[in-house]
């Protein structure tokens, strides 16, 4: 990670667009490998998982099934156990 506080984010992506098409591509390399680094933690089951809450009703029920079934299969997220 290139910075640790939000704010110095905040000014680093400031200071990009301040600097034009050069700062832009930086901005965007250091935004997508933020974003990859998320993804592989949302993915991975050791550090994290979807935490499903539901009434206790047919239709929520019926819901919350089908949500878990597309939170695993479409986008690859475990199931907090």
Do not use: H
Not at 15 to 21: F, I, S, Y
Not at 26 to 37: F, I, P, T, W
């Amino acid at each position: 990670m290139l910075f640790d506080a939000a704010g110095d984010r905040a000014r680093f992506g400031y200071v990009a667009r301040a600097q034009g098409d050069r700062g832009q591509s930086l901005l965007r390399e250091v935004l997508r490998s933020d974003a990859e680094r998320a993804w592989e933690m949302f993915r991975d089951p050791r550090r994290s998982g979807v935490v499903v809450v539901t009434l206790p009703e047919e239709m929520p029920t019926n819901e919350t099934l089908e949500l878990c079934a597309a939170v695993q299969g479409e986008l690859t997220l475990p199931i907090a156990k």
